[in-house]
Each structure stands twice: as C-alpha cells, then as structure tokens.
C-alpha cells in the first residue's frame, strides 16, 4: 500500500527563526516521523527569484537551510528532502499549467498583491506567476497533503483549480491536494508585539534557530513588555507562548499565574524564555555547525534526495506532456 503523499516547501531565507519553527517545520518533522506518509519537502529557490536577493546570497542561504532542516530532523532516510532547482522539471510543469490559469485568478491573489507592495520596484512577472509553480511542485510528485500556514490557503485553492482546468481541457489526471491546516502558534516579533515575527522586520524582532545562547538573552532584554494605554500587553503573551513551548512542564503556568495576580516579573521572564529557548536548540546548533562545516557531505545528501525525487517526476512530465500533445 502506497502511502499519502506529503508535499511542503520553504523559501531559502537563511537562518531560520522560532516562528518558522513553530508554525511549520515543527509539524513537518511530526507528519514524517508519523510514519504514515510519504513526505516531500522542498527549498524553494526558483521561488526566491521573485524575490530581490543576489546570487551568492541565494546560493548560501539555500545551503543554510537545507543544514537547518536537516540538524532540526528531516531524515533523508525518511522523507525526500531536495531543491527545487535539482529537479527542473518543475519548470516545465509550470508553463503548461500557465497556460491553463486565466489571469484574472493570479490577480486576485493576495499574496502578489502584498509583494508587489513590498518590492514596488521589482514586479516582475515571476511574483505573479509564483502561485503556479507552487501547483507544479506540488502536482509533480501528486502530492495529497499540503502543510502550509493560513497565509498559503489560496495558493493552495488555486492549485486545486488548475488540477480541474487541466483534467478538463485534456484527461483526468491530477488529483487535487488539500491544505493541511496546522494549528500553529503566531509567533510575534520582539520588538513590535502586533506583527508577525519575520526576518525583514529586522535583526532585533526575530530570535533565529542559530543564535547563541548570549544573542538570545540580549535580543530578550530587548523585547517589548508594556502597552500603551492599558489592557492585555501582547509583548507579554508572546513570550509567554514561547515558554509554552520550549520551557518544561508548569513553568509557563507559574508565570501565568504571576501575571494575573499582578506580581510578574518581566526582567526574570525574559531570563529563563532565553534559558529555556537556547537550551532547546543546543543540540541543534552543534549539528548545524557540523553539517555546514563539510558543505560536500551536505551537497551530496541533497543531491541524493534530487535523484529520489526525479524518478517521480519525470514520470509525471512524460505523461503530462503526452496529455498536453507535446511530445
Ligand atoms: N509559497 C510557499 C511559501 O511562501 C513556499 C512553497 C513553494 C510551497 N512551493 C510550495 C509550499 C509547495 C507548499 C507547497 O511559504
């Protein structure tokens, strides 16, 4: 019996923080450690064009993240872990799935709408062709379950739609996939409580995987704890959330408690989430600065997961392109 198939992606952003952490590769670890399917994940660096970082920097930055998932526990024994670009099928599935999208449906996408706001003076076609090479990604390996964040949804409904445009314009053949919807925490930037936590509000907002113990307790003492006018201080509850999650047992709960009857301390609160944060990743940190230290051990890990995963691939292509009249 064959299992479900799993398929996620990440952009190869560097270093990554909690937030990522918590709201997805946390989860992808557990769908692969589930044993129940059959798990695909992806760094997206044809993705990463779309964005505005040059070539060196992609190219660490991919590496970077492969280590980072690797030394979080992706298991290349378990799961297929690759780059995008080491299977450039991908490529091609996209074009003919361009063709099939009307465009008015990449305009409404929100996603496109927020970059090309962000990156005003590089909207290139690639931002607004983005969703489809995420449908060709997913769609190459008949990939059923899509772990994403809220934020992916509609990337997620529109690669649903261009399963139905081509089945109907040529044969029955790709199944739609369905997001899965993790329950993930919202991770808050520590410096401004009401954003979510995210690499380009700058180094003092994110705590990232990699930072020494020392980073992090500085970042901390940083970290935003008042409210302006009164009511519940948002800085307050995220660091609550992440002792949550990284601090043992009724730790979190004593500060709960504290905060209620109005005796907490903010200072000692900041002291042991860096405690508690530092100390969860201390194995991590060591097997990160491990894999980076032989970058060929790692490209051959990743070349190996390419191969895994262009057997399935290249099946699909062929047969896409026959239904499609190509070949
Ligand atoms: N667009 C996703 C993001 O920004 C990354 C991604 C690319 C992806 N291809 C994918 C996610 C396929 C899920 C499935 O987070």
């Given at each position: ?309 262009r057997v399935v691939a290249e099946k699909t292509m062929k047969e896409a ?7």
């Open positions: 019996m064959s299992k479900p198939v799993v398929f996620s992606g990440i952009q190869p952003s560097g270093n990554l923080h909690v937030g990522n952490y918590l709201g997805a590769v946390k989860h992808w670890i557990e769908l692969q450690d589930s044993d129940k399917y059959d798990c695909y994940f992806c760094i997206v660096d044809y993705h990463s064009l779309t964005g505005n970082r040059g070539a060196d920097e992609r190219r660490e930055q991919t590496l970077t993240t492969a280590a980072e998932l690797l030394a979080l526990g992706i298991d290349p024994n378990k799961s297929t872990l690759f780059i995008q670009s080491h299977v450039p099928e991908c490529t091609e599935l996209a074009w003919i799935f361009n063709t099939v999208t009307p465009v008015v449906e990449l305009e409404r996408m929100t996603q496109f709408k927020d970059k090309s706001k962000q990156q005003t003076k590089n909207i290139n076609a690639g931002l607004f062709t983005y969703p489809v090479l995420q449908a060709a990604d997913i769609l190459l390996y008949h990939g059923e379950l899509v772990p994403v964040g809220a934020d992916q949804v509609q990337h997620i409904e529109l690669t649903r739609n261009i399963t139905r445009w081509f089945n109907k314009r040529y044969t029955e053949y790709f199944l739609e996939p369905k997001p899965l919807l993790t329950e993930a925490p919202k991770v808050m930037s520590l410096l401004e409580p009401d954003k979510k936590m995210s690499k380009s509000l700058g180094e003092g907002h994110v705590i990232e995987l990699a930072d020494e113990p020392k980073v992090i307790e500085n970042k901390l003492k940083k970290a935003v704890t008042a409210t302006t006018g009164g009511g519940k201080a948002p800085g307050v509850d995220n660091l609550l959330l992440l002792l949550e999650h990284f601090a043992d047992g009724d730790v979190c709960q004593q500060f709960v408690k504290a905060e209620k009857a109005g005796k907490i301390s903010y200072s000692e609160l900041k002291g042991v989430v860096a405690e508690a944060v530092a100390s969860s990743f201390a194995d991590f940190r060591e097997r990160r600065a491990h894999l980076l230290s032989d970058p060929a051990v790692l490209k051959a890990q990743l070349s190996d997961g390419a191969k895994k995963a392109r026959e239904l499609a009249g190509i070949k």
